[in-house]
């Protein structure tokens, strides 16, 4: 049976949405699966709102454009929700029976009271996630949650592997494939500066990939044929 997951993600500036979406859509295709990607954005600043509409299958894909009724959305920033700080409201509109809800949160965040009873209808499944926090425990920085909640939902979808992953991200960072605005291009060059060279930078970036492949894995979040990353992928292989 054909796997397909309609995907959207939102948060705030600044967080690397449109980064990270990128990152899970070429990652799909390196594992040999299909994916498109639109991402959706006003002005380019710290905390305005983001969100990017990413399709990924193992099968080919004829939809392009913003999704309205995904199977999985992703939350960047708690404010997303607290504060209304989205194109897409409520945060869970449109998401489909039994969807998914990966929320980068320490812990359960207190919903309202309609919200929850909706939720609960739709059957859906909330997964909070403290991305956040387990980049700063691995990389000691804040600047690429995006990179723990890729390494997650691509976990739950089962779609790519780590290794996958990695070459996504050597793509991003080596300059190969990607094309970025001048925002994103100007947060890469404060990302690269706490780094001496660019691949301390991929090592870290996908040693919080692989955590968060892992914590998926751990709490039984991840597609049936997905195991753990035990080894770190090699660099340059």
């Given at each position: 049976?054909?796997?397909?997951?309609?995907?959207r993600?939102a948060?705030v500036g600044?967080?690397g949405?449109?980064t990270?979406?990128?990152?899970?859509?070429?990652?799909?295709?390196?594992a040999?699966?299909?994916?498109?990607?639109?991402?959706?954005?006003?002005?380019e600043?710290?905390?305005a709102p983001?969100?990017?509409?990413?399709?990924?299958?193992?099968?080919?894909?004829?939809?392009?454009?913003e999704i309205?009724?995904?199977h999985?959305?992703?939350?960047?920033?708690?404010?997303v929700?607290?504060?209304?700080?989205s194109?897409?409201?409520?945060?869970?509109?449109?998401?489909k029976?039994?969807?998914?809800?990966l929320?980068?949160?320490d812990?359960?965040m207190?919903?309202?009271r309609?919200?929850?009873?909706?939720?609960?209808?739709r059957c859906?499944?909330?997964?909070?996630?403290?991305a956040?926090?387990?980049?700063?425990?691995v990389?000691?920085?804040?600047?690429a949650?995006?990179?723990?909640?890729?390494?997650?939902?691509g976990?739950?979808?089962?779609?790519?592997?780590?290794?996958a992953?990695?070459?996504?991200v050597?793509?991003?960072?080596?300059?190969?494939?990607?094309v970025?605005?001048?925002?994103?291009?100007?947060?890469?060059?404060?990302?690269?500066?706490?780094?001496?060279?660019?691949?301390?930078?991929?090592?870290?970036n996908?040693a919080?990939?692989?955590?968060?492949?892992?914590?998926a894995?751990?709490?039984?979040?991840?597609?049936?044929?997905?195991?753990r990353?035990?080894?770190?992928?090699?660099?340059?292989?």
């Amino acid at each position: 049976m054909a796997k397909r997951f309609n995907i959207r993600m939102a948060g705030v500036g600044g967080q690397g949405v449109v980064t990270g979406s990128h990152i899970l859509s070429t990652a799909v295709i390196h594992a040999g699966g299909e994916s498109t990607i639109v991402p959706f954005y006003g002005s380019e600043k710290r905390m305005a709102p983001v969100e990017s509409y990413v399709r990924v299958s193992d099968e080919p894909i004829y939809e392009i454009g913003e999704i309205t009724f995904p199977h999985i959305i992703i939350i960047f920033h708690p404010q997303v929700i607290t504060h209304g700080k989205s194109y897409t409201m409520p945060f869970y509109f449109g998401l489909k029976e039994d969807g998914i809800a990966l929320i980068n949160n320490d812990g359960p965040m207190s919903l309202h009271r309609d919200q929850q009873r909706e939720l609960e209808e739709r059957c859906a499944k909330l997964y909070y996630f403290p991305a956040t926090k387990l980049f700063l425990e691995v990389a000691g920085m804040d600047l690429a949650t995006n990179m723990a909640l890729m390494g997650c939902i691509g976990a739950i979808t089962g779609l790519t592997s780590v290794e996958a992953l990695e070459q996504s991200v050597k793509d991003r960072f080596l300059g190969k494939g990607f094309v970025v605005s001048g925002g994103t291009a100007a947060l890469d060059s404060v990302v690269e500066r706490k780094f001496k060279k660019k691949q301390e930078l991929i090592d870290k970036n996908v040693a919080v990939i692989q955590a968060g492949w892992n914590y998926a894995v751990d709490h039984g979040w991840a597609a049936a044929s997905v195991k753990r990353s035990e080894a770190r992928a090699a660099v340059g292989a």
